[in-house]
């Protein structure tokens, strides 16, 4: 399999880059199935893109969006990805997008757990998802020698 490296000049020319792309596989996605999904991850990495993709024309109302992570705090706190996507990306143009909550109960996690697991399913062949990284390297949560993980 031939590896594809693209380097950019700069943040917002691979921004660019992935606004087009993301915006020509959902449009397929939607000609082909009706509809398209979108998982996203949380953080300041995606926020430029977000900003980005909610001005773009796609026919969003067919258009499922997600979290490949979350904390588990209530969808209103400042730590809350599901608060960062929706006042980033679900905005503008983009705000007939459906959104799937990743906190459904924030009391109970076992509860939670349970209800995500069946609401999730709809992304089991997901169009798109999009992991971001944090400037000391962790993704989805896991950081790098963190000693507290390594223990688990």
Request: charged residues 25%.
């Amino acid at each position: 399999m031939e590896r594809i490296m693209k380097i950019f000049e700069t943040k917002e020319a691979l921004e660019d880059s992935l606004c087009q792309q993301i915006k020509s596989d959902l449009e397929n996605a939607i000609s082909t199935n009706g509809k398209a999904s979108l998982l996203v991850s949380g953080g300041t990495t995606p926020k430029g893109l977000f900003l980005k993709l909610n001005q773009l024309e796609i026919d969003w109302k067919n258009v499922i969006v997600g979290l490949v992570d979350e904390r588990f705090v209530p969808n209103t706190s400042e730590f809350s990805n599901e608060k960062l996507v929706k006042e980033n990306l679900l905005i503008n143009q983009a705000t007939d997008a459906q959104f799937v909550s990743m906190v459904q109960n924030s009391e109970n996690e076992i509860e939670n757990l349970a209800l995500v697991q069946e609401s999730y399913s709809i992304f089991n062949e997901a169009t798109i998802a999009l992991l971001g990284m944090g400037e000391d390297g962790h993704t989805a949560s896991i950081f790098p020698n963190d000693e507290n993980q390594q223990k688990q």
